[in-house]
């Protein structure tokens, strides 16, 4: 009980009543009343303030025992997921027991009760953020390319949210992840650039009406000398005579020769 309620329902009261006493002794009932009255308004005053003092430290230690619960109910919950994140593969996580994961994680969202549980849950954000990160490599069952990471730019910003000297919880996972997906994103850029050039030079050449020293109208023995030997050869008869294309990979890009009757007839 503070000492204003202390003051309000025992002091106060005590010393208004002596005072009306004296008016009493003195034959002043009016103001006799009246300090009686006080006296009675600073008890009840007194016994309300103390009585809500009351209730407030009632709903202070149950609120303290709720909070208990929950915070462990929570950690619980962080320990569950921590420990699923832990298993997950590489190459082929689990759809079902990331979903859990982030499930379990909800309540850690909030920045309220992710700084209010750091102590006993530390970097619950990045657990978070790399289960969402696990999430997209499910998409592409267990066969995600450099082409799939760079074109995924949500589990880019993922990834890149880890900072490169990462060295809290998960630190074993996060790190190597976070290496392979920015190293397969910078693959998939070289061969993106590499691709690009490789066309422009293919595009150059057929505008120009030639691959190599082939050109319509050369004999089909030409071809080998001038371009080595095809990856294969595809060839029909027709009531025109015989049909052959020979088809070759150069830098990575597929072109086409075309004969008839033993001539080059296109090139592309």
Do not use: W
């Amino acid at each position: 009980m503070s000492l204003l309620t202390i003051m309000l329902f025992l002091a106060c009261p005590l010393l208004v009543f002596a005072v009306g006493g004296i008016f009493l002794r003195r034959r002043r009932y009016p103001l006799a009343a009246l300090a009686v009255l006080l006296g009675v308004v600073a008890a009840v005053i007194g016994g309300i303030n103390g009585f809500h003092e009351m209730k407030a430290q009632v709903v202070h230690e149950y609120s303290q025992e709720l909070d208990g619960e929950y915070k462990a109910a929570l950690a619980k919950k962080y320990q569950q997921a921590l420990s699923i994140l832990q298993g997950l593969s590489f190459t082929k996580p689990d759809p079902e027991q990331i979903d859990k994961a982030l499930e379990l994680l909800h309540d850690f969202d909030s920045a309220q009760i992710a700084e209010k549980m750091a102590d006993d849950c530390p970097n619950a954000d990045a657990l978070i953020t790399y289960a969402k990160a696990m999430k997209q490599v499910s998409t592409y069952g267990g066969h995600m390319t450099n082409m799939n990471v760079n074109e995924n730019t949500e589990l880019q910003k993922l990834v890149a949210s880890f900072p490169e000297n990462y060295n809290g919880v998960l630190q074993d996972k996060i790190i190597p992840f976070r290496r392979l997906i920015i190293g397969m994103e910078k693959e998939a850029k070289k061969q993106a650039k590499l691709d690009a050039e490789n066309a422009a030079s293919h595009k150059q050449s057929m505008k120009e009406g030639q691959y190599g020293n082939i050109r319509p109208g050369d004999p089909e023995e030409k071809i080998s000398a001038a371009m080595g030997q095809p990856d294969h050869v595809n060839s029909s008869k027709t009531s025109d005579g015989e049909i052959k294309q020979y088809v070759f990979n150069h830098n990575g890009k597929n072109f086409y020769v075309y004969t008839k009757n033993g001539v080059v007839t296109e090139v592309r």
